[in-house]
């Protein structure tokens, strides 16, 4: 079984948050030379929500994919919520290169208002949350829907994470992005 690296994607936003100090552990877990994966149906289905998104002006930026189990346990210490961190001894759908954490932006790349940031752990990041400017829930509503119509899963507790339908025909992957590249 071989992931698919998202760079194939025409158009795609590529930030892989822990591959910087700039997320919720204020630490690098990912190596600098870390890729955004997915399984081949997840990335299929990416492809073309990011085809119909770009019609409308706007694209997709990933900020995570594929994440090593080893890296799911580093989160977990830190955040052993499983609203917002799957226990590693489960495993994630994350780890099975089944999910992907994702935003909306323009055509310079810029990403849109949502109701919360990215990894906020509160309330504000449910997508069920009332709150934020009529921009930040219409663009939420936008990408939700663009997923939704091509059969990802919206998870409650995190308007930017989606999961490939069948997630669960995939085991739980500990390869580093060295061995996928």
């Given at each position: 079984?071989?992931?698919?690296?998202l760079?194939?994607?025409?158009?795609?936003?590529?930030?892989?948050v822990?591959?910087?100090?700039?997320?919720?552990?204020?630490?690098t877990v990912y190596?600098a030379?870390?890729?955004?994966?997915?399984?081949?149906?997840?990335?299929?289905?990416l492809?073309r929500?990011?085809?119909?998104?770009q019609?409308r002006?706007?694209?997709?930026?990933?900020?995570?994919?594929?994440r090593?189990?080893?890296?799911?346990k580093k989160?977990?210490e830190?955040?052993?919520d499983?609203?917002?961190?799957?226990?590693?001894?489960?495993?994630?759908?994350?780890n099975?290169?089944?999910?992907?954490?994702?935003?909306?932006v323009?055509?310079?790349?810029?990403?849109?208002?949502?109701?919360?940031?990215?990894?906020?752990?509160?309330?504000?990041?449910?997508?069920?949350?009332?709150?934020?400017?009529?921009?930040?829930?219409?663009?939420?509503?936008?990408?939700?829907?663009?997923?939704?119509?091509e059969?990802?899963?919206l998870?409650?507790?995190?308007?930017?994470?989606?999961?490939?339908?069948?997630?669960?025909?995939?085991?739980?992957?500990?390869?580093?992005?060295?061995e996928?590249?």
């Amino acid at each position: 079984m071989r992931l698919i690296s998202l760079e194939k994607i025409p158009g795609l936003v590529i930030d892989l948050v822990y591959a910087t100090p700039h997320n919720f552990t204020g630490k690098t877990v990912y190596p600098a030379s870390a890729k955004a994966y997915l399984q081949k149906g997840s990335a299929k289905r990416l492809q073309r929500v990011q085809a119909a998104l770009q019609k409308r002006g706007i694209g997709l930026k990933i900020l995570d994919a594929y994440r090593p189990l080893s890296a799911q346990k580093k989160f977990w210490e830190l955040v052993p919520d499983p609203r917002f961190v799957a226990d590693p001894a489960q495993g994630s759908r994350h780890n099975r290169g089944a999910a992907v954490d994702l935003t909306l932006v323009d055509r310079e790349g810029r990403e849109l208002p949502m109701p919360s940031a990215f990894d906020e752990f509160t309330e504000r990041a449910h997508r069920q949350f009332a709150g934020g400017s009529p921009e930040e829930l219409a663009n939420r509503t936008q990408l939700e829907e663009a997923m939704a119509r091509e059969g990802f899963l919206l998870y409650p507790d995190e308007w930017w994470h989606f999961d490939d339908p069948e997630w669960e025909r995939y085991p739980v992957l500990d390869l580093s992005f060295e061995e996928l590249q």
